[in-house]
């Protein structure tokens, strides 16, 4: 199983007050080569719930209960395991394009997570694969040499897309991943992922309200509210939804 989540709690350190939850009794599974998408209102909980799976260090937030793993790897006390869970797993948060590197050209940003851990790779195997995955991204050759502050904001998107998959990861873990994308380029970007769970048995956990986009993916759906899970099912009209629930089907309304 790609994510297998049981119960899963989450907590956020408050500034100067207690902890509080965040995302609370959790439990989902996603197998190899398939999708999840996680919807809710904002705040409730599907961010934090991806950068959790994804390994990110993000300050004051912490699993509290219940149990997760990201192949095989605990998110609650992954370790020294952290690093193979970083690996496994490709991450595109929300805002990515805006917190990318600026002392980076672009080329070294879409590298980075394979030369922070491999000093001796061959120089022209990453020079190919940097520029096979701007083309796939819609991008041209010559933005490799610029820097992140030269490209527009959708640009600068497609490249934290493209550095999140430069590892072929075995879990794609994505916050809005279409944002500030136009028609093509988003055609793209689902093309890209799509392929890799096609030809990787990659699976994908995508953090969206867009109904269009679990259509496309043929997504399976976790609707969040509170931090609590509100409904289960395939795609957005087979949803089994709690009793409390009624007021959020217009969530995921077409």
Not at 206 to 214: A, F, K, L, Y
């Amino acid at each position: 199983m790609a994510i297998d989540c049981s119960d899963l709690s989450i907590a956020r350190a408050g500034r100067g007050g207690p902890a509080q939850r965040v995302v609370d009794g959790v439990t989902f599974r996603v197998p190899h080569g398939g999708t999840l998408a996680v919807m809710g209102p904002t705040g409730s909980g599907k961010s934090s719930l991806a950068a959790v799976l994804a390994g990110a260090d993000e300050h004051g937030l912490a699993v509290v209960g219940g149990s997760g793993t990201v192949e095989g790897v605990s998110v609650r006390h992954p370790g020294r395991a952290h690093r193979y869970l970083t690996y496994y797993a490709g991450y595109l948060p929300q805002s990515a394009g805006a917190q990318l590197p600026a002392r980076l050209t672009v080329a070294e940003v879409i590298g980075e997570p394979i030369t922070s851990r491999d000093r001796r790779v061959s120089p022209r195997g990453l020079a190919v694969r940097i520029a096979s995955l701007l083309d796939e991204m819609m991008l041209p050759l010559g933005a490799s040499a610029k820097y992140p502050y030269e490209l527009s904001a959708g640009m600068r998107r497609r490249v934290a897309f493209a550095r999140a998959l430069v590892l072929q990861p075995r879990v794609l873990i994505a916050d809005e991943p279409f944002a500030n994308m136009d028609v093509e380029v988003r055609k793209a970007a689902r093309e890209a992922i799509l392929r890799r769970r096609r030809e990787l048995d990659m699976a994908a956990l995508v953090v969206t309200n867009e109904p269009e986009v679990v259509k496309e993916l043929d997504a399976d759906v976790l609707v969040l509210r509170g931090g609590h899970p509100v409904a289960y099912g395939h795609g957005t009209h087979d949803l089994l939804w709690t009793p409390s629930a009624d007021a959020d089907h217009r969530l995921v309304g077409s």
